[in-house]
């Protein structure tokens, strides 16, 4: 049975009155069992009732956290190729209705150039995005990308447009990490507005990338939702539905979960629903009780200070030194920006961040090369 069947089950407005009718013994059954929980037993813990326990879960959650992964935290970076994109989504930098700034899609030779001035910071792991523009950005340039990529990363993960499975099979093929695919929501109605035009606009074949992925075999899988966009704890149920979906099916693949809100970006009025900082540590503690062996993602969306925190609470890989332009790196291009990132410090400082708070910095991982 795919996703989509089990997904059908589920209304939203019904789960979201009952997350919000979460009681405390609910939550207190779900902290008994922090580890492994199914999606009915992490409903309560994104309830308004979990709040009150939030010191508990944070305790649970790093004692989880350091148990599974020890004080580590995973670096890596995004290398933006390309800008250009045929969609309209109303919070995008790169949406198609930008049209008076500058759109490019780097060649094979840029990207060595990016790769070169990256791999001078330290990383090993990149992840590539682009915009969605099927002329440009197809499984052949994304072959060219990776060859190039692969000569100075052991790790190269993608986060483009939902493939078939037959490209993704192409791209594993070619050294290929991880896919990055975001939900955006889980409401469909709300899906709807948010996505005006383009491919982006079919839900389900959206809905169905992580199992195409996983069928071809892809190594690790990255899901989440844009925080900002709907209530947060209604999506959160979902993904973990979506997860524990995956986990049971597809039990050798690899997740992670990120927790990106919304940013200011060109032509985006703001996101329609606030999460603070409060909900974004019940929600990242949350998912470390729902499952002690997800990697989980934080960008430099958020600000240093906080990401500084964050990564004590459950947190187990950042980025570092993120640009969010094609060419920012090396060829400096002054193209089109997704949005405007955060924490703005370099590689280095981030890493000594990390070490100041009594956690490794980890620039290699080693177990992907054992396997
Ligand atoms: S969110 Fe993705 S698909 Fe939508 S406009 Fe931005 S780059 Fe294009």
């Given at each position: 049975m795919p996703f989509k069947d089990i997904f059908a089950d589920y209304d939203w407005d019904i789960v979201k009155e009952r997350i919000y009718s979460a009681r405390s013994i609910d939550v207190e059954r779900a902290l008994a069992k922090a580890g492994y929980l199914t999606p009915e037993e992490f409903l309560?813990?994104?309830?308004?009732?979990?709040e009150a326990y939030l010191p508990q879960m944070i305790e649970l959650s790093r004692e989880l956290t350091f148990k599974r992964f020890g004080k580590t935290i995973h670096l890596y970076i995004p290398l933006y190729l390309?800008?250009?994109?045929?969609n309209v989504c109303?919070?995008?930098?790169?949406?198609?209705?930008?049209?008076?700034l500058k759109r490019i899609t780097l060649t094979p030779e840029q990207i060595e150039l990016e790769a070169k001035a990256i791999k001078r910071y330290g990383f090993d792991h990149v992840v590539i995005v682009t915009g969605e523009d099927a002329r440009d950005i197809n499984v052949e340039y994304l072959t060219a990308a990776l060859r190039v990529l692969k000569k100075y990363f052991s790790q190269v993960s993608v986060e483009v447009q939902p493939l078939k499975m037959e490209d993704y099979a192409i791209l594993r093929n070619e050294g290929m990490h991880a896919v990055i695919v975001y939900?955006?929501?889980?409401?469909q109605k709300s899906y709807a507005e948010y996505h005006?035009?383009?491919?982006?606009?079919n839900f389900f074949w959206r809905l169905e990338t992580p199992e195409r992925a996983a069928q071809a075999g892809v190594r690790k899988i990255g899901m989440g939702v844009l925080l900002g966009l709907e209530d947060w704890r209604t999506d959160a149920f979902f993904l973990a539905l979506h997860l524990d979906y995956m986990r049971r099916h597809y039990w050798q693949t690899m997740y992670s979960v990120s927790f990106p809100r919304l940013r200011p970006a060109e032509g985006f009025a703001g996101p329609k629903v606030e999460v603070n900082n409060k909900a974004l540590v019940q929600l990242i503690t949350a998912f470390r009780l729902f499952d002690a062996d997800l990697d989980l993602v934080l960008s430099t969306r958020e600000p240093a200070k906080l990401r500084d925190l964050l990564m004590?609470?459950?947190?187990t890989t950042m980025s570092a030194g993120?640009?969010?332009?094609?060419?920012?790196?090396?060829?400096?291009?002054h193209a089109l920006k997704q949005f405007e990132i955060s924490d703005t410090r370099s590689p280095q400082q981030v890493a000594q961040a990390i070490k100041q708070a009594g956690f490794t910095p980890v620039w290699k991982d080693w177990e992907a090369e054992l396997v």
């Open positions: 309560p813990l994104l309830s308004p009732a979990a390309s800008n250009k994109c045929n109303t919070y995008c930098g790169f949406s198609f209705t930008n049209k008076n939900q955006e929501t889980y409401n005006l035009k383009g491919r982006k606009r004590t609470v459950g947190i993120s640009r969010t332009e094609p060419g920012a790196y090396a060829i400096h291009s």
